[in-house]
């Protein structure tokens, strides 16, 4: 049975901090893309950030330079470092795992930027 479970969501002020954590388990975790997505009210699932198996990474242009995507295989983790956050950056944050042509989801965890 496949799982991907986030956690780490929560309420931050702007300028804030988060790091939410994805953990894996009934796949093959080395060989996958993972990634982080989110949904905003109204719109669009949108990529925030990927890590390939290899470890190559890639951003959102919106979130250059204030988070960060790391992968630790050996405890089946995907960590989003999200500094400097801001109201826009609110959302549902779901993680993913690729490895074509499996696509896991998790459940998802509500960031909520506000003062």
């Known amino acids: 049975q496949v799982q991907l479970v986030e956690s780490g969501g929560g309420l931050v002020q702007p300028g804030g901090s988060l790091t939410l954590s994805c953990a894996a388990s009934?796949?093959?975790?080395?060989?996958?893309?993972m990634g982080w997505y989110r949904q905003a009210p109204g719109k669009q699932r949108e990529l925030v950030a990927v890590?390939?198996?290899?470890?190559?990474?890639t951003y959102a242009d919106s979130v250059k330079g204030r988070f960060t995507i790391s992968r630790d295989n050996a405890k089946n983790t995907v960590t989003l470092q999200m500094n400097n956050l801001k109201p826009e950056d609110t959302a549902v944050y779901y993680c993913?795992?690729?490895?074509?042509?499996?696509?896991?989801w998790g459940q998802g965890t509500q960031v909520t930027v506000s003062s």
């Open positions: 993913r795992g690729l490895y074509n042509p499996l696509v896991y």
């Open positions: 009934g796949i093959r975790f080395n060989i996958f893309t």
């Open positions: 890590v390939t198996s290899g470890g190559t990474t």
